[in-house]
């Protein structure tokens, strides 16, 4: 039944994802010549920041309100989880206005108010994306996130290419797609009926921060390892830098939000298992999926790097082609962190997830800064993924008494296959092996996760079929 659940969950999140996720790289090319490279990077930056400061200003109270709306279901305490969740996100976002407010009149920070729409936006929409995964309905969660980045995309392009506001237009059109998103999720979902002011108890949100509040540490963590680089790269190397590294991230971007479905999908039922006899197996079979779709997929973003690079992103952005493949690495054990920390959370264990996060943080940190004068944009690149690896060793290492994950012949293969890729996309290799690549990374991808497919495709057809918006 949890099997069925969770690929039941992953296709209603991929369907959103691929419309998306797609949408959004079309149209980085069209950004990276709208803006400059600085004003890209500050962008990046800006991005940064917000992901940052969101679990601060909301104490990651999203993810104790999901976790116990899974705990909740059933005896009568959802309304009053939905709404303790609704109490801590209001204060939240009151502390953020007024903190604006004070940066506007006294610094005249011409740029305070469109991050704070940015900011504040991603505030709520973090908070009901929680409440939809606890009310189970991803279904919702993933036609909205594809209708907010079309939004983005059109409002982007009026705001940068049409009025030419450039940098306030571009974090300006994000904050109001994030914005539309909220709007859509409350109507779709009926989300009043789930909230009363009756229901609130200090009690009750004191729980959600008690779980939460461990996770602060963790996301913050994450932030250094995900993101603490570009703010490095910006004050040391400069802004224009940044905007090379960052479009270098783009690629590891696309299987970072393609696996971030499953990711969703996963927590989800790993929180409704953890009592179950069976559970070991269960993550074991769930993990040798996970690392095989992984490793082959990013094969196949690996084989098409040179095309990206030297046809679709702008010229002034081709160093970028050397960086990721790095991080493409990074993010492969991003994933693989992810999913322990999966594992972690529906044992309420959140202490854990943040204990192998920081380690992994000041790897980072150190590596980033010690090597970034000596190597350049290689430092914060292989900074990357040291720490990711770290991380994961971590985690995996924690959860061994709990299961012991199998490396199989398999997966073995994948590994040594991948470290291939990697190596001809650093290569300058001709145009043929270029191509005899990029036909046996497809077909590779398809046959050794083609059980994976044929299921996924059958319960594709039938909850398009069955499925009643």
């Given at each position: 039944m949890?099997?069925?659940?969770?690929?039941d969950?992953?296709?209603?999140?991929?369907?959103?994802?691929?419309?998306?996720?797609?949408l959004?790289?079309?149209?980085?090319?069209?950004?990276s010549?709208?803006?400059?490279?600085?004003?890209?990077?500050?962008?990046?930056?800006?991005?940064?920041?917000?992901?940052?400061?969101?679990p601060?200003?909301s104490l990651s109270?999203g993810?104790?309100?999901f976790?116990?709306m899974?705990e909740?279901?059933?005896?009568?305490?959802?309304?009053?989880?939905v709404?303790?969740g609704?109490?801590i996100?209001?204060?939240?976002f009151?502390?953020?206005?007024?903190?604006?407010?004070?940066?506007?009149?006294s610094?005249?920070?011409?740029m305070?108010?469109?991050?704070?729409?940015?900011?504040?936006?991603e505030l709520?929409n973090?908070y009901l994306?929680?409440?939809?995964?606890?009310i189970?309905?991803?279904?919702?969660?993933?036609?909205t996130?594809?209708?907010?980045?079309?939004?983005i995309?059109?409002?982007?392009?009026?705001?940068?290419?049409?009025?030419?506001?450039?940098?306030?237009?571009?974090?300006?059109?994000?904050?109001?797609?994030?914005s539309?998103?909220c709007?859509?999720?409350i109507?779709?979902?009926?989300?009043?009926?789930y909230?009363s002011v009756?229901?609130?108890?200090?009690?009750?949100?004191?729980?959600?921060?008690?779980?939460?509040?461990?996770?602060?540490?963790?996301?913050?963590?994450?932030?250094?390892?995900?993101v603490?680089?570009r703010?490095?790269?910006?004050v040391?190397l400069?802004a224009?830098?940044?905007g090379?590294y960052?479009?270098?991230?783009k690629?590891?971007?696309i299987?970072?939000?393609?696996i971030?479905m499953?990711?969703?999908?996963?927590?989800?039922?790993?929180?409704e298992?953890?009592?179950?006899?069976n559970?070991s197996?269960?993550?074991?079979?769930?993990?040798?999926?996970?690392?095989?779709?992984?490793?082959?997929?990013s094969?196949c973003l690996?084989?098409?790097?040179?095309i990206l690079?030297?046809?679709?992103?702008?010229?002034?952005?081709?160093?970028?082609?050397?960086?990721?493949?790095?991080?493409?690495?990074?993010?492969?054990?991003?994933?693989?962190?992810?999913?322990?920390?999966?594992?972690q959370?529906?044992?309420f264990?959140?202490?854990?997830?943040?204990?192998s996060?920081i380690v992994?943080a000041?790897v980072?940190?150190?590596?980033t800064i010690?090597?970034i004068?000596?190597?350049?944009?290689?430092?914060p690149?292989?900074?990357?993924?040291i720490s990711y690896?770290v991380t994961?060793f971590?985690?995996?290492?924690?959860l061994?008494?709990i299961?012991?994950?199998?490396?199989t012949p398999?997966?073995?293969?994948?590994?040594l296959?991948?470290?291939?890729?990697?190596?001809m996309a650093l290569?300058?290799?001709?145009?043929?092996?270029?191509?005899?690549?990029i036909?046996?990374?497809?077909?590779?991808?398809?046959?050794i996760?083609?059980?994976?497919?044929?299921?996924?495709?059958?319960?594709?057809?039938?909850?398009?079929?069955?499925?009643q918006?």
């Amino acid at each position: 039944m949890r099997r069925t659940s969770l690929s039941d969950n992953t296709i209603l999140l991929m369907i959103g994802t691929i419309l998306s996720k797609g949408l959004m790289f079309i149209m980085v090319p069209f950004f990276s010549r709208w803006l400059t490279t600085e004003d890209y990077g500050t962008f990046d930056l800006y991005i940064s920041y917000a992901s940052l400061l969101v679990p601060i200003i909301s104490l990651s109270s999203g993810e104790g309100l999901f976790r116990y709306m899974v705990e909740d279901n059933g005896n009568g305490k959802m309304q009053q989880c939905v709404s303790d969740g609704l109490i801590i996100t209001v204060v939240g976002f009151a502390l953020l206005t007024i903190v604006t407010s004070i940066l506007y009149l006294s610094l005249g920070w011409q740029m305070a108010w469109p991050f704070w729409l940015l900011l504040s936006s991603e505030l709520w929409n973090k908070y009901l994306q929680s409440f939809l995964r606890g009310i189970k309905r991803l279904d919702i969660y993933s036609y909205t996130s594809a209708i907010s980045v079309i939004f983005i995309a059109i409002a982007v392009t009026v705001f940068v290419k049409v009025l030419e506001m450039s940098l306030s237009g571009i974090v300006i059109g994000y904050g109001l797609g994030y914005s539309l998103g909220c709007l859509l999720i409350i109507v779709w979902s009926k989300y009043p009926k789930y909230v009363s002011v009756n229901t609130v108890s200090l009690l009750g949100a004191k729980k959600l921060i008690t779980y939460s509040y461990k996770l602060i540490a963790n996301s913050i963590s994450w932030w250094v390892m995900n993101v603490s680089d570009r703010i490095i790269i910006s004050v040391i190397l400069g802004a224009a830098t940044n905007g090379v590294y960052a479009i270098a991230n783009k690629i590891p971007a696309i299987v970072s939000s393609v696996i971030s479905m499953f990711s969703i999908s996963w927590q989800q039922s790993a929180s409704e298992m953890y009592r179950d006899e069976n559970r070991s197996s269960y993550y074991n079979s769930i993990f040798q999926k996970l690392a095989k779709i992984t490793l082959t997929f990013s094969a196949c973003l690996l084989s098409v790097n040179f095309i990206l690079f030297d046809y679709v992103f702008d010229i002034k952005y081709s160093s970028g082609r050397f960086y990721s493949p790095i991080l493409l690495t990074a993010i492969v054990f991003f994933t693989l962190s992810n999913f322990m920390g999966g594992i972690q959370i529906s044992l309420f264990q959140p202490e854990n997830n943040s204990r192998s996060a920081i380690v992994g943080a000041i790897v980072n940190v150190l590596l980033t800064i010690a090597l970034i004068n000596v190597i350049g944009l290689y430092a914060p690149a292989f900074a990357t993924l040291i720490s990711y690896a770290v991380t994961y060793f971590i985690r995996q290492y924690k959860l061994r008494r709990i299961v012991r994950f199998q490396i199989t012949p398999l997966i073995v293969w994948c590994v040594l296959y991948y470290v291939y890729f990697v190596i001809m996309a650093l290569v300058n290799a001709n145009h043929i092996l270029n191509t005899i690549n990029i036909i046996v990374a497809i077909l590779a991808f398809i046959l050794i996760n083609k059980e994976l497919f044929n299921k996924y495709y059958r319960r594709m057809r039938r909850l398009l079929i069955s499925k009643q918006f």
